[in-house]
């Protein structure tokens, strides 16, 4: 029995969209087919499209739902609403890579129920994913993460704006946030998908326990995770290396939604 062929629409060209459309183009998945993308600069997406085997249409947000059988959101968490509501109405498959923005929509994944659609966060930075779904099959007790950023790819997140904090010319590492990873969401939307995607694999937004921190001293995205349960204790420590395009995504991530898609359509897929 052969696979489908299946249909996949990118929300964002980016430093997420376009390595990941630049592989669907050169068939990484040969079961998977790039169709359209959606983007505010429809001219430098085609321009960007001129090394393509294949050039794909460029389309509304609105519209990857009625084209695609996979929907992947790579945009500005701004936009997120645009593209999920559709695509989870219409059924389809949908990835997001904007992972804190679920927080604030907890009505998609009723909606997905009563539609069929599947929303399917990456692992993304979140070295582990596994073991902490696994651990909540049992109990949880406490979830923590920290994350250190260096402070250019913090500047200019609403927390950092509403409570005065500027981070220009910092010498030593600043705690800029402590709370709640639904909290976070909201004061850092573009920062917080790693604790966004432990919240919700774990023990809810409201329980799990986030600390940012700007750090002049790295170069790289470091998360630390720490849980307990009933099952195991265990630490997790990752170092991503920020994206050349947008340093307040990692390089990882592409990497991670790609490792996705494959996953949908392999015979063998490794891992819960």
Known sequence: ?????????????????HPVAARLD??????LELVAISVRDTAGARRRMGDFRRPVPVVALHELADIADIVVECAPPAVFDEVAEPSIRA???FVPASVGALLGRPDLIELAARTGARIIVPTG?????DAVRAAAEGEIHSASITTRKPPAGLVGAPHLVENGIDLAGLTE???VFDGSARDGAKGFPANVNVAAALSLAGIG???????IWADPTIVRNTHHIEIE??????????????????????RLTPLSIMATLRGLVAPMRVGT
């Not at 349960?229 to 990692?250: H, K, L, Q, V, Y």
């Open 1 to 17: 029995m052969t696979t489908r062929l299946r249909t996949v629409g990118l929300a964002g060209f980016g430093a997420i969209g």
């Open 173 to 175: 590492p600043m705690l």
């Open 125 to 129: 930075a979140l070295l582990g994913l």
């Open 229 to 250: 349960a009933d099952s195991a204790r265990f630490e997790m420590t990752i170092e991503g290396i920020p994206s050349a395009e947008n340093p307040r995504t990692g």
């Open 205 to 211: 937004p409201d329980r799990t326990r986030l600390r």
């Open 26 to 31: 050169a068939a990484s998945i040969p079961d």
């Open 91 to 93: 059924g389809r498959v």
